[in-house]
């Protein structure tokens, strides 16, 4: 049996998808549970694009232990040194080098000749190769890539040391049947192939991903680059649940599996979505909420009789179990800790005490605590940053009949400021005497609210998007009173916002 790796690039093209950008600590927590399901590669990021990449890659290459961590970097000596110094003291490391090779791209946008791309390219892996054993290349937009000339690119990138080749269909243009075909041309042609691994980069923009990427499979490829939920870059790329379960589901057809511990699937699709704000379409294959409902009476019927009925993949395997009563106002922090390490978060003692007052506090408010209540509590504590403001207090007024307003008392710095406006509701009210307090001048593009579990005391999850001078930043915040998470949100983000303008950092 084929051992196929996955390249995870969720921290990378992943975080290109737009309104996605995460901060060091959230794109850490997600490394961690990349870890956790056993991916074999991280992309954690572009080394160069920015400070907050390098840092996260760095601390990544520090922190995480078990993948090999990659950074991207375009075929020039600035970026593959950057790289380098990104990822040097990860135990396992590789450079991700990369060159546009179609005639649309050299011509249009690099105006460079096939010959000086090639030149480039050779020299570059050469470069990166100087640093560290572990080298990708990628011929960017290779599926509208004279077939030829791409041969020729990857056999020169593998002589130069490439040691994983990867066919990129960067705009999301092949088909099936033609990719495979591509990928088995190139094992066929390319003289020195059997010294690399034959990788695959596909982006979804005719929702065909994960088939071109597993017809790659089929025709000898052996590393599949994915994001979890398939986000990315305009349609996404490769989704990692779907290709990963295509693969143990269909043995019979691939004779190839992969590393992933697919328990975890459920769990990493889930802060995916509350990290990045993106949510997953109920309909979406393996991790969308309806992936495992039956509502047809003659599908429930048959598996009631026998579950193979119409389950191809039982929900288990993939992380999916009924919700869980873990803890109440009597559990203690011997309990919550067992509990916590058990759903793999593994916390500094700073964040552990401060994980478990909140949970306190929780615990007083409701009865019941489930896995995701406390899921929300670790996001919120472990992606929290410096608080230049804090909530003190928060009342509202509302009614059928009455003008709604909010009364907030802000800790600015060291000075508390109050301040009471009217709204349309009570969270209009209540942005509004925040955004007076702090001088906000940023603009609301999004705002969400969900109830974590069932029940009326359910703690309310409140997600919010701020955009101000072309930065946005995501905010979250979680209470049993969704006003007061609203504003925990909103708080959250003008955080963000403040720490990220301190840090205006960006290289290129
Ligand atoms: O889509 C693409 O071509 C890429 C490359 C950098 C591999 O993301
Ligand atoms: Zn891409």
Redesign the pocket.
């Given at each position: 049996m084929r051992k196929i790796k996955i390249f995870d690039t969720t921290l990378r093209?992943g975080e290109q998808s737009p309104g996605a950008s995460m901060n060091i600590g959230e794109k850490l927590m997600l490394a961690k549970q990349l870890a956790r399901l056993g991916v074999d590669i991280i992309e954690a990021g572009f080394a160069i694009s920015s400070i907050g990449d390098f840092e996260a890659i760095k601390t990544i290459g520090n922190e995480v232990e078990g993948p090999i961590i990659c950074s991207?970097a375009r075929a020039k000596e600035e970026d593959i040194k950057r790289a380098w110094e990104a990822v040097k003291n990860a135990p396992k490391k590789r450079i991700h080098t990369?060159h546009s090779t179609s005639d649309i791209h050299l011509k249009y946008q690099f105006r460079v000749s096939r010959e000086e791309a090639l030149k480039r390219s050779i020299e570059m892996v050469k470069l990166a190769r100087s640093f560290v054993k572990d080298v990708e290349f990628?011929p960017?937009?290779a599926t509208r890539t004279d077939i030829n000339y791409l041969c020729e690119v990857v056999e020169a990138v593998i002589d130069a040391g490439a040691s994983t080749v990867?066919i990129?269909d960067?705009v999301g243009y092949s088909i099936a049947a033609e990719f495979g075909a591509m990928i088995k041309t190139i094992r066929d042609k390319v003289k020195n192939i059997d010294k690399a691994v034959i990788s695959v980069?596909c982006?979804n923009d005719l929702g065909l991903a994960s088939s071109n990427s597993l017809a790659a499979v089929l025709n000898g490829a052996g590393q599949i680059e994915c994001t979890i939920n398939g986000i990315g870059?305009r349609a996404g790329n490769c989704s990692m649940e779907e290709v990963v379960m295509a693969l143990r589901t269909r043995r019979d057809i691939f004779n190839a599996d992969t590393n992933i511990n697919t328990e975890e699937i459920m769990k990493s699709s889930k802060l995916v979505t509350k990290i990045t704000g993106i949510s997953v379409q109920p309909n979406k294959a393996i991790v969308g909420a309806n992936a495992f409902a039956h509502e047809s009476g003659i599908h429930q019927d048959g598996l009631l009789k026998e579950k193979t009925t119409y389950e191809i993949i039982r929900p288990e395997s993939v992380g999916l179990h009924s919700t869980k009563l873990v803890l109440g106002k009597h559990s203690g922090r011997h309990a919550f800790k067992t509990r916590l390490k058990e759903l793999g978060y593994d916390l500094t003692s700073d964040e552990l005490n401060n994980a478990f007052e909140q949970f306190k506090r929780l615990a007083d408010q409701k009865k019941d605590i489930f896995d995701e209540d406390i899921s929300a509590l670790i996001t919120e504590e472990v992606t929290k940053v410096p608080e230049i403001y804090s909530l003190v207090d928060l009342s509202i007024t509302s009614g059928l009949k009455q003008k709604p307003n909010a009364t907030v008392k802000l800790k600015v710095g060291e000075e508390v400021i109050d301040r009471m406006e009217y709204g349309d509701g009570p969270v209009d009210a209540t942005y509004k005497a925040i955004a007076a307090i702090t001088k906000a001048k940023s603009s609301l593009l999004k705002f969400e609210v969900k109830a974590i579990t069932g029940g009326t005391d359910a703690l309310g999850e409140v997600m919010v998007s701020l955009e101000e001078g072309g930065r946005s930043v995501r905010g979250h915040g979680a209470d049993t009173d969704i006003i007061v998470a609203s504003a925990k949100a909103y708080i959250n983000a003008l955080n963000k916002l403040a720490v990220s303008s301190k840090q205006r950092d960006s290289l290129s």
């Open positions: 093209d991207l990369f990628s960017m937009d990867n990129p960067t980069h982006h870059e």
